[in-house]
């Protein structure tokens, strides 16, 4: 099947042509699309040197720092202009090995509207994370399937691939989320229009270089968002139910 990569990048010059080569010896046949924020670093021309190396490249530059949401949006509606059939997300920091595409992208071919390389199923790992960081992400992502009804163990997980025909179901227009929240909105999109979701296990590593783009700011945002949805989805399910 057609296969797009999407990198979203701002500030990886270290770590972009790792990347990039690690995804081309994995999924040889696939395309990639690096969707970078103008970053001051040099990443872009950095892509575009290897993408010419490698072959199959492609530098989307956007005119400033947009957020990881924006950028997806972005890349995915690249993509389906294009006729790719898988959509992968993937980061640049070296967190998500690409070793482990083949198996994502396996699934999505055999039926999966949504792959989730998922840290919390048997197998799954992080590896670089302090105690109290994955104490946090991990009851994050339970109350969030709580609150969502989702039935999922890693909702947040940015590892993904998506269906192309799943994305034109949501609608990409209407996602309106961005970073930690943008993760868990297109999961809960995706589920409620009755798509079916497979976990994958991988291991997370944390970025060995540069900071990270998460903020405890976006991450409450999100959890306000999680909440502001499932009290809605209950007050319209009693609604319903009276009716």
Same mark, same amino acid.
């Given at each position: 099947?057609?296969t797009? $990569?999407? $990198?979203?990048?701002? =500030?990886?010059? @270290?770590?972009i042509e790792?990347l990039l080569? %690690?995804? &081309?010896a994995?999924?040889p046949?696939?395309? *990639?699309l690096?969707?970078d ?9 950095t892509a575009?040197?290897? %993408?010419k @190396?490698i %072959?199959? $490249?492609e530098?989307?530059?956007r005119?400033?720092?947009g957020?990881l ?10 993509g389906?202009e294009?006729g790719? @059939?898988?959509?992968?997300e *993937?980061?640049a920091d070296?967190?998500?090995d690409?070793a482990a595409?083949? @198996? ?5 071919a055999?039926?999966?509207h949504l792959v989730?390389?998922s840290r919390?199923v048997?197998?799954g790992?992080?590896? %670089?994370w302090s105690r109290?960081r994955? +104490? /946090?992400?991990?009851w994050?992502n339970r109350? $969030?399937?709580v609150?969502?009804?989702l ?6 997980a940015g590892?993904?691939?998506y &269906?192309? =025909? ?5 609608g /990409?227009?209407n ?10 909105e ?10 079916r979701v ?7 590593? =944390?970025r060995r ?6 903020s405890?700011r976006i991450v ?7 909440t502001? +949805?499932g009290?809605? =989805?209950?007050v319209m399910?009693?609604r319903?139910?009276?009716?």
């Amino acid at each position: 099947m057609i296969t797009l $990569v999407v $990198v979203p990048t701002y =500030d990886e010059a @270290e770590t972009i042509e790792t990347l990039l080569r %690690g995804v &081309r010896a994995a999924v040889p046949h696939a395309d *990639i699309l690096v969707v970078d924020d103008a970053s001051p670093d040099g990443t872009a021309d950095t892509a575009e040197i290897v %993408g010419k @190396e490698i %072959g199959g $490249v492609e530098v989307l530059r956007r005119a400033g720092k947009g957020g990881l949401g924006s950028a997806y949006l972005d890349g995915f509606r690249h993509g389906l202009e294009q006729g790719a @059939e898988l959509l992968v997300e *993937i980061d640049a920091d070296l967190s998500h090995d690409p070793a482990a595409l083949p @198996e994502l992208l396996s699934a999505a071919a055999h039926g999966a509207h949504l792959v989730i390389g998922s840290r919390y199923v048997p197998g799954g790992q992080i590896t %670089g994370w302090s105690r109290r960081r994955r +104490w /946090l992400s991990r009851w994050g992502n339970r109350y $969030v399937a709580v609150a969502l009804g989702l039935g999922l163990n890693d909702a947040t997980a940015g590892y993904r691939v998506y &269906r192309a =025909d799943a994305l034109r179901r949501i609608g /990409l227009d209407n996602i309106r989320s961005d970073g930690y929240g943008f993760q868990i909105e297109m999961t809960y999109r995706l589920v409620k229009d009755g798509g079916r979701v497979v976990e994958i296990p991988v291991t997370f590593a =944390d970025r060995r270089y540069g900071d990270s783009k998460m903020s405890s700011r976006i991450v409450l945002e999100a959890l306000v968002l999680v909440t502001v +949805w499932g009290v809605r =989805d209950v007050v319209m399910l009693r609604r319903r139910s009276l009716s």
